[in-house]
């Protein structure tokens, strides 16, 4: 390890940015990859993240926010570790990962199968959700490829009288999707079915 040595080694990158207008569009930690020479406890140390500063890029100003050139980074890695000697980068692009923030409204329904009713009764009239939209933010390319509804479930069965509860949202299928609300409250009416007089 006390040699010099090759390596593909990969350094942390964080992007300031306005997180008014973009958002990131999953979890995952941005990093750039380059072959480097130098001391092989040196890349070692890279490799395992060891004492390791990310690089901070502002791209807030920037019209092109989705990605960086590798050129524009090396400055900052050359300046971060002057210890080893960067040959060359794995890509030359390197994707921030964010997009634009994005609000919608979506609209609340009442799953109605399987049928959470007593046997013989019916809904009578609408059944009232309050509120009966939400509005969601998240990343616009995964909300433009939502399903502008959600659905919840009553959970109660064999209902025979007047309902009236507060029921859970589903969780968003990404976490980086945020509804406006956590509960909305679902209430109808019920009747019990007419049936015509049989001798």
Do not use: C
Not at 30 to 39: Q, S, V
Not at 41 to 49: A, G, P, Q, R, V
Not at 105 to 131: C, H, Q, S, W
């Amino acid at each position: 390890m006390n040699r010099d040595h090759l390596a593909d080694v990969s350094y942390p990158i964080v992007f300031k940015y306005d997180n008014q207008a973009l958002m990131h569009k999953n979890e995952d930690n941005t990093k750039i990859t380059f072959h480097a020479y130098g001391l092989g406890w040196d890349l070692l140390k890279l490799k395992l993240n060891w004492f390791v500063d990310p690089i901070e890029i502002d791209i807030t100003n920037r019209k092109k926010y989705r990605y960086v050139l590798a050129s524009e980074i090396r400055p900052y890695l050359e300046d971060k570790l002057p210890i080893v000697e960067i040959r060359y980068f794995i890509s030359d692009t390197l994707y921030t990962g964010l997009d634009k923030v994005k609000k919608d409204k979506m609209k609340i329904y009442v799953d109605r199968e399987p049928t959470f009713l007593a046997d013989d009764y019916k809904i009578d009239g609408n059944i009232r959700i309050n509120p009966e939209y939400i509005v969601v933010t998240g990343p616009a390319s995964i909300l433009d490829t939502m399903s502008h509804k959600i659905v919840v479930k009553v959970s109660d069965n064999n209902i025979a009288d007047a309902y009236k509860e507060e029921i859970s949202l589903p969780k968003p299928s990404n976490p980086q999707v945020k509804y406006g609300a956590d509960k909305v409250e679902v209430s109808f009416n019920v009747t019990k079915y007419k049936r015509p007089f049989t001798q």
